[in-house]
T-cell receptor
Framework: AQSVTQLGSHVSVSEGALVLLRCNYS??????LFWYVQYPNQGLQLLLK??????LVKGINGFEAEFKKSETSFHLTKPSAHMSDAAEYFC?????????????FGKGTKLSVIP | EPEVTQTPSHQVTQMGQEVILRCVPI?????FYWYRQILGQKVEFLVS????????KSEIFDDQFSVERPDGSNFTLKIRSTKLEDSAMYFC???????????FGAGTRLSVL
């Protein structure tokens, strides 16, 4: 079984400041990890993913995340927040090679960007 | 860019009524999914569908729920007799292959009165 914990249901940052959204997971098999973003009244859009290989992955809109197996974490960062980054962010895990293709999501973190 | 489309965007129904939520997955995708998100809670997996049959379902997906691919483009979720607790945002997703990236639609907000 797998689970995802996102610390902080709501994070506020100033425009230009570092964005750090935390995600910890548990999985009985090596996981595939994803970050999705949801803008108001829109669907879930993939930001980035980790499957295998390089543990630092880059996504759209300047976001990146690092897979740290020892910490079971996949935190999302962006060096400089922009007003357009205000949205809700979801971390999700997919168990690789387990024959199950259901994504398990965290509860989401709503990011506010203060001008 | 290809996208998953869902209709309607908002559905209001009376308790006990049947509802059908519709989705058009991305055209070359083979795997289809339904998820739901009750207000304030996590996005939860309901069911996955491949080759015209259910490949996986969660405990939520009981006998009140069914899925169908009635033609080459649509993928539907039917709730036979809606309950108040079925009120949620329902997301459809599709992927090219199993284990690949799942692309989501904008969702249908179902309100059961």
């Amino acid at each position: 079984a797998q689970s995802v914990t996102q610390l902080g249901s709501h994070v506020s940052v100033s425009e230009g400041a570092l964005v750090l959204l935390r995600c910890n997971y548990s999985s009985s098999v090596p996981p595939y990890l994803f970050w999705y973003v949801q803008y108001p009244n829109q669907g879930l859009q993939l930001l980035l993913k980790y499957t295998t290989g390089a543990t630092l992955v880059k996504g759209i809109n300047g976001f990146e995340a690092e897979f740290k197996k020892s910490e079971t974490s996949f935190h999302l960062t962006k060096p400089s927040a922009h007003m357009s980054d205000a949205a809700e962010y979801f971390c999700a895990v997919l168990p690789s090679g387990a024959g199950s293709y259901q994504l398990t999501f965290g509860k989401g973190t709503k990011l506010s960007v203060i001008p | 860019e290809p996208e998953v489309t869902q209709t309607p965007s908002h559905q209001v129904t009376q308790m006990g009524q049947e509802v059908i939520l519709r989705c058009v997955p991305i055209s070359n995708h083979l795997y289809f999914y339904w998820y739901r998100q009750i207000l304030g809670q996590k996005v939860e997996f309901l069911v996955s569908f491949y080759n015209n049959e259910i490949s996986e379902k969660s405990e939520i997906f009981d006998d009140q729920f069914s899925v169908e691919r009635p033609d080459g483009s649509n993928f539907t979720l039917k709730i036979r007799s809606t309950k108040l607790e079925d009120s949620a945002m329902y997301f459809c997703a599709s992927s090219e292959l199993a284990g690949n990236i799942q692309y989501f639609g904008a969702g249908t907000r179902l309100s059961v009165l």
